[in-house]
């Protein structure tokens, strides 16, 4: 049973079916056929605004092309410490932008602490010898499981707008935090200041398919090119569109947060009270950053559970829950605990 990542798993039956359909026939290539123009009109309804849409294969590329067009090579990117562009896209964001640079901030729960970020957010703005400021990155849902609110991203857009620097989400797991909010998907980015966001389907149900979605359109041009030059315009788009087409058709990707971050609230209130078992971080999704002792964690392992213990230190493991975990894999999960613990 594992709950070493949300990306274990295959993908929803409902996107499947769509890629088995969309493959019949024949259509223009390139993004230039009805699946892909759809896809852009539907996130244009959820976000509502009129932005700029292109899909990509991976979170990946997602981020550092859409990174590589809000900042030049003497630029730098603000992000936290332990974001997935900073810690898991071995320097990605500096290839596809020609050499940027990411600044890490600290911040509690993985968050940026916008103390921190105003400190540098404009510092060395103008000398020649230094990197320039140009960007910042956060993370919705964050690598250690929190949710930024609107209010937090709102006062972060604030420190970004005062010191002329782009705001970039990271939305690997958007559907997860947007689940956990009681806002609109136009509430917790444009309307609170986001400028360009990695809409992710991937880690949620999806097989190979992200969008990368501009609100400030004036990137949007210089997007184009450096997808094709980076090698992520698909030539028959058609079947990472009808992806995302599917992921967003009667609410399949709020459906699928839903039950991911269900599952993770099950497994959290399971194994609190656990003798050994403490949550040092609060969790508010589907991941969950327990201490636990090594003898506990070294039993899970041998009963055949997966799951990620090397990372953090002090003995936190990571355990991730996903859109179709079984209640019955948690439970059993909980049972082991209690019985190794016991």
């Not at 880690?203 to 090698?231: C, H, I, P, Q, W």
């Not at 315009?233 to 991911?260: I, P, V």
């Not at 959290?268 to 969790?283: Q, S």
Request: charged residues 25%.
């Amino acid at each position: 049973m594992n709950f070493a990542s949300d990306n274990t798993t295959g993908a929803s039956p409902e996107i499947i079916d769509a890629i088995t359909a969309a493959n019949d026939g024949q259509t223009m290539p390139y993004g230039n056929d009805d699946y892909t123009a759809k896809v852009g009109d539907r996130i244009r309804d959820i976000f509502e605004t009129d932005a700029e849409v292109f899909l990509v294969a991976t979170g990946s590329a997602a981020n550092a092309l859409a990174l590589s067009t809000m900042t030049s090579s003497y630029g730098a990117v603000l992000c936290h410490w332990l974001s997935h562009i900073y810690e898991d896209e071995c320097g990605a964001p500096e290839f596809y932008s020609g050499g940027a640079k990411l600044i890490p901030l600290d911040g509690d729960g993985a968050k940026i602490d916008p103390v921190k970020l105003k400190k540098y957010a404009g510092r060395g703005v103008g000398d020649v010898h230094m990197v320039q400021p140009m960007a910042t990155s956060i993370t919705q849902i964050t690598e250690m499981g929190t949710v930024y609110s609107a209010d937090e991203v709102g006062a972060i857009s604030e420190i970004c707008k005062t010191h002329d620097l782009k705001l970039h989400m990271d939305g690997a797991r958007f559907a997860n935090g947007l689940t956990q909010l009681e806002c609109s998907p136009a509430e917790i980015t444009w309307k609170a200041g986001v400028d360009v966001l990695s809409f992710g389907a991937s880690k949620n149900g999806a097989l190979t398919s992200e969008a990368v979605v501009f609100f400030d359109k004036s990137m949007a041009r210089e997007f184009e090119f450096r997808r094709k030059r980076g090698g992520h315009l698909f030539s028959k788009m058609r079947l990472l569109s009808c992806q995302m087409e599917a992921y967003l058709t009667d609410d399949l990707w709020l459906k699928n947060a839903g039950h991911a971050n269900a599952m993770g609230q099950r497994l959290k209130r399971g194994l609190t009270g656990i003798p050994g078992i403490d949550f040092p971080t609060a969790n508010n999704a589907n991941m969950l950053f327990p201490h636990m002792s090594r003898a506990l964690i070294d039993a899970l392992h041998a009963d055949g559970f997966k799951f990620y213990d090397d990372r953090w230190g002090d003995d936190i493991v990571r355990l991730v829950t996903a859109f179709n975990t079984p209640e019955s894999d948690v439970d059993a999960f909980i049972e082991a605990a209690r019985r190794h613990a016991g």
